[in-house]
């Protein structure tokens, strides 16, 4: 029968492909991957096993609360790297489980979570 492995790629509508990729590549660090000739203009980057897929959008709309997350070993430091990037970080927030999370926000807006799992 079906089984899902997991999520191979999240794909973002952008309207500004440039800005997007650099903030993507150079200041989150995601690698860029080759990506085929499609019809829709767009970069993809690696981040770990998963993917991340900009496309560009004329209209990137998107619903108050939608985002992904990116799975971090250590919060605190990424929180220094994204600050030290000068990108706006909220207040790191402990959940019930133990994990730890905080949100930024991208170039066209998207809100991106970062998610650091319980301590074993």
């Known amino acids: 029968g079906m089984q899902i492995t997991g999520v191979q790629h999240v794909s973002i509508n952008v309207t500004d492909l440039e800005r997007a990729s650099d903030f993507y590549h150079n200041k989150l660090g995601l690698?860029?991957?080759?990506?085929?000739?499609?019809?829709?203009?767009?970069?993809?980057?690696a981040a770990g096993a998963q993917e991340v897929h900009l496309v560009v959008s004329d209209d990137p709309t998107r619903a108050p609360g939608q985002h992904f997350a990116f799975g971090v070993t250590d919060l605190d430091?990424?929180?220094?790297?994204?600050?030290?990037?000068?990108?706006?970080?909220?207040?790191?927030?402990?959940?019930?489980?133990?994990?730890?999370?905080?949100?930024?926000?991208?170039?066209?807006?998207?809100?991106?979570?970062?998610?650091?799992?319980p301590r074993g």
Request: hydrophobic residues 40%; proline residues 9%.
């Open 77 to 117: 430091a990424t929180i220094a790297r994204l600050e030290s990037e000068e990108i706006k970080v909220s207040t790191p927030i402990d959940i019930p489980n133990g994990a730890r999370q905080c949100f930024i926000k991208d170039t066209e807006g998207n809100l991106l979570e970062f998610n650091q799992p």
């Open 31 to 45: 690698e860029t991957l080759p990506r085929p000739a499609l019809a829709v203009e767009g970069i993809w980057l």
